[in-house]
């Protein structure tokens, strides 16, 4: 069966960046293995909706990925133009936001189904399935409209053992373009799920990855940046790890991958999201030893008061260790931090600020809290009475209320022009350490020489910091 994968990233501007998606890539191969005619259909580049109509010609399965409730408008435009295409065709959306929320994607989109959870084996029995004229609806993971409402079929146990998962198919992607336009390192992801308990992130994590943690071994990642090697035909390659926290894979993990990597003599410049309680100073310094270049810490706050109320489960304390021994491997240390939470105060955020300027990060990201739905902040806000808008999707995305400096939620000891004036205070002092570090300074120069175009961005982003005009 010939299928249509399609990545609704239309006249859609990335506030974190341009980056592929790995998931759905994942659904390409999954289905190239069981014998299927899948088709890439990526939006990212498209002037008009129209420019890419020859290729879902043919389609009797059309899959569209909603990574995020932001993107469902984006998602149902497409949708409903495709369907003038192939009106015939099976639609069926799927993805984060599908998963959390199977019933409203459904319906704001007008699909005939929604694939909830992960879809590298509910997708090919669809295509199975659908090809053989019989009744999909019985197929697990699946749900779809009824009358009165709609339905969702119990899920099929998570696949225990991800080196089984093919790897993405990396070659439909025009990685020429996303060069051009902003991408700096290839996606890549080598666990799925997080064991914690974070009310910015859970249960919609559990609702994607069904809960825990699963780990890729090392040979298998490994043999991934190989194949993306060939591919691109390239011993150096610069890498993403997309996962929650990479390092909950132990020390021994990465002595291997840093070992294969040195075998199969390829030079790697990566960099990844952590906890500051899943560090130790032989793991920073191993992932320095296999090109770890910059890890970001989700901090999130220097009041454990807050860390509290996030459920976070990490101390201050544990966050001046890590950024410690970063900064004695020369591992780039960025520190994310969240500020805006309802019960915050201007003591809460000084003792973030004060956090910071122990810590001295390399880089520091500003993030304004959001309550986004599927998550226990969003129904704790909403209890409460402090949700102020759900009517916008586009302020569900935490990076755009970053760069655009707008919030969701109603703060009872706080004014947003308050939280402002601390993200920029907090901003002025990352310019200040950009331009008195001699690491800084040191990697900028040699950026300068390696990227004209790059660095001077980031010299941009420093003169912006200290005029308090945000990211």
């Known amino acids: 069966m010939k299928v249509a994968l399609v990545y609704p990233r239309w006249q859609w501007y990335e506030y974190n960046g341009l980056a592929e998606p790995v998931g759905v890539l994942h659904l390409v191969s999954a289905l190239r293995n069981a014998g299927h005619e ?3 259909m990526d939006y990212s580049s498209c002037v008009k909706i129209t420019d890419i109509d020859h290729l879902a010609r043919g389609c009797d399965l059309v899959g569209i990925a909603i990574s995020a409730a932001a993107k469902m408008g984006r998602a149902r435009d497409v949708l409903t133009h495709l369907r003038t295409v192939v009106p015939d065709a099976h639609f069926t959306v799927g993805g984060a936001y599908p998963s959390i929320f199977p019933g409203q994607s459904i319906n704001d989109t007008g699909a005939d189904s929604a694939l909830v959870g992960e879809a590298e084996e509910a997708i090919v029995e669809l295509a199975d399935t659908l090809s053989k004229g019989g009744d999909w609806r019985s197929i697990r993971n699946m749900a779809y409209p009824v009358e009165g409402g709609f339905t969702e079929n119990p899920r099929r146990p998570v696949i225990r053992n991800l080196d089984k998962i093919p790897y993405p198919a990396r070659d439909v992607v025009d990685y020429d373009w996303y060069l051009a336009n902003g991408l700096s390192e290839y996606g890549m992801v080598t666990t799925r799920g997080c064991p914690f308990h974070c009310t910015y992130c859970k249960p919609s994590t559990d609702l994607i990855f069904g809960g825990g943690i699963r780990l890729r071994s090392a040979e298998n990642v490994v043999g991934e940046i190989i194949e993306l090697s060939t591919l691109r035909n390239t011993k150096k390659l610069r890498i993403f790890f997309k996962d929650d926290t990479i390092t909950m894979h132990p020390t021994k993990w990465f002595e291997e991958y840093r070992d294969l990597l040195r075998e199969a003599g390829i030079e790697l410049e990566w960099h990844c999201n952590s906890r500051v309680d899943t560090v130790t100073r032989d793991k920073v310094r191993v992932m320095g030893e296999s090109g770890c270049h910059c890890i970001s810490f989700g901090v999130e706050s220097g009041s454990q008061k807050i860390l509290d109320c996030y459920e976070k489960g990490t101390t201050p304390a544990q966050a001046e260790m890590a950024f410690k021994w970063c900064h004695e491997f020369k591992v780039e240390a960025t520190a994310n931090i969240m500020i805006g939470y309802p019960l915050e105060t201007h003591e809460d955020i000084e003792a973030t600020y004060r956090l910071l300027k122990r810590i001295k990060p390399d880089d520091i990201i500003v993030y304004l809290s959001t309550a986004i739905p599927g998550r226990h902040i969003h129904t704790w806000a909403k209890e409460q009475g402090y949700l102020t808008s759900d009517e916008n999707p586009e302020l569900l995305d935490p990076a755009r209320n970053r760069a655009c ?3 969701n939620m109603r703060l009872p000891y706080l004014e947003l022009a308050d939280v402002v004036g ?22 900028w120069a040699s950026e300068l020489a390696r990227e004209p175009g790059k ?3 980031k010299a941009g982003r420093v003169l912006r910091g200290f005029r308090g005009q945000g990211d």
Do not use: F, L, Q
Request: charged share 30%.
């Open 38 to 40: 899948p088709v890439y």
């Open 405 to 407: 400096e707008i919030m």
């Open 422 to 443: 601390w993200k920029h205070k907090i901003e002025r002092y990352r310019s200040w350490r950009k331009i008195t570090s001699v690491d800084n300074i040191t990697r």
């Open 455 to 457: 660095a001077m961005g």
